[in-house]
């Protein structure tokens, strides 16, 4: 069993910055990638950006150029720095791990982000 504990959520002006990180624990594999998702209020939860266990990255359209997402050394704690926040990035936001084939998969319980306007 793995528990995933996201922090960093909250309110922010367009333009500002903030930082979530997710902290992973339990029985975690090295191969196993994590990452962030978000759902708006009225639409499916998406993919905004994830990490494998070697470091590549993969991004949502809309946020490449603007977040930036990164691992510790130990692989066990995710990090999504956001950049140029715009309204439209208001959402409750999801770290997710798993492993190859989402054998296994967890999610976190997801934390606000509102940027206002």
């Known amino acids: 069993q793995v528990q995933l504990v996201e922090s960093g959520g909250g309110l922010v002006q367009t333009g500002g910055s903030l930082r979530l990180s997710c902290a992973a624990s339990?029985?975690?594999?090295?191969?196993?990638?994590m990452g962030w998702y978000r759902q708006a209020p009225g639409k499916q939860r998406e993919l905004v950006a994830a990490i494998t266990g070697r470091g590549n990255t993969n991004y949502a359209d809309s946020v490449k150029g603007r977040f930036a997402i990164s691992r510790d050394n130990a692989k066990t704690t995710v990090y999504l720095q956001m950049n140029s926040l715009q309204p439209e990035d208001t959402a409750v936001y999801y770290c997710?791990?798993?492993?190859?084939?989402?054998?296994?998969?967890?999610w976190g319980q997801g934390t606000q982000v509102t940027v206002s306007s």
């Open positions: 339990g029985r975690i594999f090295s191969d196993t990638t």
């Open positions: 997710n791990l798993h492993t190859s084939g989402y054998l296994y998969n967890y």
